[in-house]
């Protein structure tokens, strides 16, 4: 295909252009098919890319290979599009990967913010499912896919729970060592442990009543299966751009942070 300018391209510079980014995307895209992949799993897995750059100047050539393979992506195969300006431009200048993590007092924030935001006015149980996904993000390292396809029977137990993350028929996992078990209590707080039983135990009663969904992220009255991210996901972007003042913060950097605090 040669270059993204339609330019023939030099063996030595394909030679260049695979040295520099070929190995990290064949890695990063192991498991993954990009036809399915949404515009925040994109730029997940750029920025990891991003990430192993020795210095600034070789983030920034990096960043010119990705925005290019990634433009061909959506020339050819009409992969969704990402903001290359904030994924390759900004990302690629950045002198510290810590540069967009999300502090404790930031993510507190954001949990407030949700609840106050008008999530309410769809349905009354809408910012607390807002709330728990951005925990289950922050606190445990989550995918946004990960945290939205979640089952009722992926968490054991009330007290010391345990997450089970493992492929099922309504989501793949990006490789076998995605799965993983989690044990709650060393992550949540007394409070957020208590606010997910209190979800579980709502959606646990409308199952009896009804049998409406195996998700553990749905709202029946609303004919709602499972969240779907399109509804929720702007939602908390909303709420980290007010918090933090950056316009760029997405879902992925709650899972960045998961470690450094």
């Known amino acids: 295909h040669g270059s993204i300018f339609g330019l023939q391209l030099k063996i030595s510079t394909v030679r260049q252009y695979f040295c520099l980014a070929g190995a990290r995307l064949l890695s990063a895209f192991d498991g993954y098919d990009p036809i399915l992949m949404n515009e925040d799993e994109f730029i997940d897995i750029y920025t990891l890319i991003l990430e192993t750059g020795k210095s600034i100047n070789n983030r920034k050539k990096l960043s010119k290979l990705l925005d290019q393979f990634h433009s061909y992506l959506m020339k050819e195969h009409h992969v969704a599009k990402v903001n290359s300006k904030d994924v390759f431009a900004k990302k690629a ?35 607390i499912a807002a709330r728990l996904i951005t925990i289950f993000g922050f606190k ?27 492929p099922h028929v309504g989501r793949s996992l990006k490789t076998f060592h995605s799965q993983r078990q989690i044990p709650l209590n060393w992550f949540f707080s007394d409070k957020e442990q208590s606010e997910l039983n209190g979800w579980i135990q709502t959606r646990i009663e409308q199952e009896k009543n009804q049998p409406f969904s195996d998700y553990l992220f749905a709202i029946p009255e ?28 997405r879902f992925h950097n709650l899972r960045h942070s998961f470690g450094s605090w």
Not at 140 to 166: A, F, H, P, W, Y
């Open 222 to 249: 609303k004919n709602m299966p499972v969240l779907h991210e399109k509804f929720i996901i702007p939602v908390i972007h909303d709420a980290m751009h007010s918090v933090t003042g950056d316009q760029s913060s």
């Open 93 to 127: 200048s950045l002198t510290s990967v810590d540069a967009n993590f999300i502090n404790m007092d930031e993510y507190d924030d954001i949990l407030t913010w949700l609840n106050s935001s008008e999530l309410e006015t769809y349905h009354e149980s809408a910012p």
């Open 140 to 166: 445990c390292g989550l995918r946004r896919n990960e945290v939205l396809k979640l089952r009722l029977i992926d968490i054991l137990g009330t007290v010391d729970s345990t997450l089970l993350i493992r």
